[in-house]
C-alpha cells in the first residue's frame, strides 16, 4: 500500500497535501479565504517540484528542497490557526505586522510561554501530517532510482516547465503573492519600515517649522510659567481586576488608600486592543477613525516642545531602537530606557524607573511633560511581579478561585488570573510610588495621570488567558487623575465627573488641557477632565468595530 501511494504522480502528491488546509478549514482554524490561499500555493508549488524530482536523475538535493518546503508549509499553515483561533485575526492585519516588527527574542519567549497550550493542536496537527507526508512521498528516493526505468519519464519535462510557469503567474495576482511567506516578510518589513523613517522625518520637521498650520495656532494659557504634567501609561491593565473599582481581591492596596485624593474615572475604553496602535491615537492625533494620523501630524511631545516643555520619555519596555512607539520617543528631549535587554524580560521590574523619574521631578526645567512607559502586567503575568508581590499566586480558595472554579474553569486559567492579579498588586506599589514622589514636592502647578493601553481577558469568559480584543475587558482600562486641589476632597461635581464615559483616542485633547496649550488642535468638549466635556460631541465608542454603548 504503501509503495503504491509511493507511485503516485505529482499531481495526486501534491492534492493530497490540500487535506492539510482542509482539516483547518473544517474544524474553524481557518477561513475559506485563508485555506483557498494557502490550498494554491501548497499546490502549484509542490507540484512543481515533484515534477522537477521526476525529470531529473539526481535528486537528493530536491528531496531536501521538499523536505524544507513542506515542513514551511506546514508550520505557516499552523501559524494561520493560530493568529485567527487565538487573536481572530490574520497574517495581514496591522496588529501582526506591528507585532512581529516591533518584537525581539525575549517577547517572543514570552509569548510562547503565555500562548503555547493554544497551539498545541495545531502544532500537533502538523507534526503529525508532516511526518506521514514525509514518509510516504519524499523519502522514496531509492524507489525511483531503483525500480524505475527514468527513460519512460522524459514526458514529465514539458509539464515540469508549465508547472513552473503557472506557480509563478500565480504570484502575479498581489493578494496570492504576499499570502507567501518568502514574499509576505520582506514586502511587510519594507513597508513598516519605510512607514517609521517617514515618521521620524515628518515629527523632526514639523518639531522645529510652522509646516502645519494648526500647529501656528497653539499657545500657552495666559500667566502660566511653571507647569510639571506626569503622564503614566500602563500595559495589559484592565481595571476589572482592580479592588479600586470594586474587584473582590485587594489588588490595589495602595491606590485604595488614595481614593478620596483621587479623580477614579470608571467608563473609560482604551484606544486600540494593541499597544502600538493604542498608544499611537493616544499621543498624537490618531482616531479609531483615521488611525494613521500620527505618522503625518504632530504628536502631543512635538507640541509641548513647542510650547517650552522640556520632556522626558522613561520606559521599562525596551523599545528604544525600534518600531513606532520608538519613533515617539525619540522626539522627547530625554528618552531613557531603563530595560537593558531592550525587552519585556523578567529581569527589570518597574521599579528601576523610580530612579531616572525622581531625576526627570527634579530638572529646574519651568515646565515638563514626563511619559512614563510602565511594563505593569504584560504576558507573561508571573514576570512582572518579584516574589515579594506573589501574594495571589497560590491562591485557590478565596471567593474569585472558588467563583472561577464554580463557572469550570480549569485549574491551571485559575493559576493565571492568580499570577496576573499579582501583578496588579505589584504594578499598584508602582503607581503609588510615582504618584507620591510627585505629591511629596508640594508643588503647585502639577498633575498625574495614568491610563493603560489595554486590559487582558484573564479567564474572564473561558479558560482562555491574555490579548483578546473581541471581550470587553480588553478595552475597559483604569483611568486616574491627580492634582493638589484634589487634596481637599472631590466636590459634587468632580464626582460626577468620575462617571463621563470616555474613549481614549481623544486623550491628545485631555493631555493639552493638563499642559495648559489652546489652540485649533486643542477641543474641550473632548477633554475629559473641562468643564466643557460632551461625550455627544465624539463619535460612537468601539471595541474593534463592534459598538460598546448598546
Not at 531536501?64 to 499552523?78: H, K, N
Not at 503529525?128 to 514529465?156: E, M, P
Not at 513598516?192 to 515618521?199: C, L, N, V
Request: with cysteine; aromatic share 14%.
Amino acid at each position: 500500500m504503501i509503495q503504491k501511494l509511493q507511485y503516485l504522480s505529482p499531481f495526486f502528491k501534491s492534492l493530497i497535501f490540500l487535506l492539510l488546509p482542509l482539516f483547518y478549514y473544517l474544524t474553524g482554524g481557518m477561513n475559506y479565504s485563508q485555506a483557498g490561499q494557502m490550498s494554491i500555493l501548497a499546490f502549484f508549488t509542490l507540484i512543481t517540484l515533484f515534477t522537477w524530482r521526476e525529470v531529473l536523475e539526481t535528486k537528493r538535493w530536491l528531496s531536501v528542497l521538499l523536505i524544507l518546503v513542506v515542513l514551511l508549509l506546514c508550520i505557516y499553515s499552523g501559524l494561520q490557526v493560530v493568529l485567527r483561533s487565538i487573536f481572530g485575526v490574520e497574517q495581514d492585519d496591522v496588529v501582526v505586522i506591528q507585532a512581529l516588527f516591533n518584537t525581539n527574542p525575549g517577547e517572543s519567549k514570552e509569548f510562547l510561554a503565555q500562548y503555547a497550550r493554544y497551539m498545541v493542536w495545531p502544532a500537533l496537527t502538523f507534526f503529525v501530517f508532516f511526518a506521514a507526508y514525509w514518509k510516504l512521498f519524499i523519502t522514496s528516493d531509492g524507489v525511483y532510482l531503483k525500480d524505475r526505468d527514468l527513460s519512460a519519464y522524459k514526458h514529465y519535462s514539458k509539464w515540469a516547465v508549465l508547472f513552473t510557469v503557472l506557480l509563478i503567474a500565480s504570484h502575479l495576482n498581489k493578494t496570492q503573492r504576499l499570502f507567501n511567506p518568502f514574499f509576505y516578510f520582506p514586502y511587510y518589513h519594507a513597508k513598516w519600515q519605510g512607514e517609521m523613517d517617514q515618521s521620524k522625518l515628518i515629527q523632526q520637521q514639523l518639531a522645529g517649522t510652522n509646516l502645519d498650520k494648526d500647529l501656528a495656532t497653539m499657545a500657552l494659557k495666559p500667566g502660566l510659567v511653571k507647569n510639571t504634567v506626569v503622564l503614566v501609561i500602563g500595559e495589559s491593565d484592565g481595571r476589572n481586576n482592580w479592588s479600586l473599582y470594586g474587584y473582590e481581591r485587594k489588588t490595589t492596596p495602595g491606590l485604595d488608600r488614595l481614593k478620596d485624593k483621587l479623580l477614579v474615572l470608571a467608563d473609560v475604553l482604551a484606544a486600540d486592543g494593541a499597544t502600538v496602535g493604542s498608544i499611537t491615537k493616544m499621543l498624537s492625533q490618531a482616531t479609531l477613525a483615521k488611525p494613521n494620523l500620527w505618522k503625518t501630524k504632530a504628536n502631543i511631545i512635538t507640541m509641548a516642545k513647542r510650547l517650552g516643555y522640556k520632556t522626558y520619555w522613561l520606559s521599562n519596555n525596551g523599545a528604544a531602537i525600534r518600531g513606532a512607539i520608538s519613533v515617539l520617543a525619540a522626539q522627547s528631549d530625554r528618552p531613557v530606557f531603563t530595560n537593558k535587554g531592550r525587552s519585556r524580560g523578567e529581569s527589570s521590574m518597574d521599579e528601576v524607573l523610580f530612579a531616572p523619574y525622581q531625576q526627570a521631578l527634579a530638572d529646574r526645567a519651568d515646565k515638563k511633560l514626563i511619559i512614563v512607559n510602565i511594563l505593569g502586567a504584560h504576558p507573561a503575568y508571573n514576570f512582572r511581579y518579584p516574589k515579594a508581590y506573589n501574594k495571589f499566586e497560590y491562591e485557590f480558595g478565596d471567593t474569585v478561585a472558588k467563583a472561577l472554579f464554580a463557572q469550570g474553569r480549569a485549574p491551571w486559567a485559575v493559576a493565571f488570573r492568580n499570577m496576573y492579579d499579582s501583578a496588579i498588586l505589584y504594578q499598584d506599589y508602582v503607581l503609588s510610588q510615582l504618584l507620591e514622589r510627585l505629591r511629596s514636592r508640594n508643588d503647585p502647578n502639577s498633575s498625574w495621570l495614568y491610563i493603560a493601553d489595554h486590559g487582558q481577558d484573564v479567564s474572564h469568559h473561558n479558560n482562555y488567558s491574555g490579548h483578546n480584543p473581541k471581550v470587553k475587558e480588553m478595552w475597559e482600562v483604569p483611568m486616574l487623575f491627580w492634582q493638589p486641589e484634589l487634596a481637599k476632597g472631590l466636590t459634587a461635581e468632580t464626582r460626577k465627573w468620575q462617571q463621563r464615559p470616555y474613549q481614549a483616542d481623544h486623550l491628545l485633547h485631555t493631555l493639552l488641557g493638563q499642559l495648559g496649550i489652546s489652540g485649533t488642535l486643542y477641543d474641550e468638549k473632548h477633554d475629559i477632565l473641562s468643564e466643557r466635556f460632551d461625550r455627544r460631541a465624539a463619535p460612537p465608542r468601539l471595541i474593534g468595530k463592534v459598538p460598546y454603548d448598546q
